[in-house]
């Protein structure tokens, strides 16, 4: 079954529209062209440049969910796991406001801290987390 939402933009989602100013770096233009493409097209290096920005985790971490379930260490167009290194380096404030996020993502990760660490990927906002008892 195929959920509606993931078939708007984040435009669409959060109705604010972002205007594309003059002479703005690639990187601003991207995220501003990335807010007008429907999440279900959202590749795994979309994925991991607007989460690095920290923009639309709400809907965007939930996604990326999806694509580290299959593969921990997916890639996006940077180096094995980039992906999963934005997700952890999300700010604590989201994951002590997000209960069921930072549950899915210890489930995730769990097994795997040895080798997030052997890749020295920096957990420490994540396990600064109030859940982490």
Same mark, same amino acid.
């Given at each position: 079954m195929r959920i509606i939402w993931k078939q %708007? !933009? $984040? !435009?669409n989602l959060e109705k604010d529209e972002w205007k594309q100013?003059?002479?703005v770096s690639r990187l601003v233009a991207r995220t501003i062209e990335l807010r007008k493409i429907p999440l279900d097209k959202? !590749? !795994?290096?979309? $994925?991991? +440049?607007?989460?690095g920005q920290?923009? =639309? $985790?709400?809907? +965007?971490?939930? +996604? &990326?969910?999806e694509t580290l379930s299959v593969d921990l260490f &997916?890639?996006?167009?940077f180096f094995e796991g980039d992906l999963l290194k934005k997700v952890l380096s999300i700010r604590t404030e989201f994951w002590d406001n997000n209960k069921v996020y930072w549950l899915s993502l210890n489930d995730l990760i769990k097994n795997r801290r040895n080798e997030i660490v052997d890749? %020295?990927?920096? +957990? =420490?906002n994540f396990d600064k987390c109030k859940h982490r008892q």
């Open positions: %708007k !933009t $984040l !435009t100013p003059d002479n959202f !590749t !795994t290096e979309d $994925l991991r +440049l607007m989460i920290q923009f =639309s $985790l709400d809907y +965007l971490v939930p +996604l &990326a969910f &997916a890639e996006g167009d890749k %020295k990927f920096d +957990l =420490s």
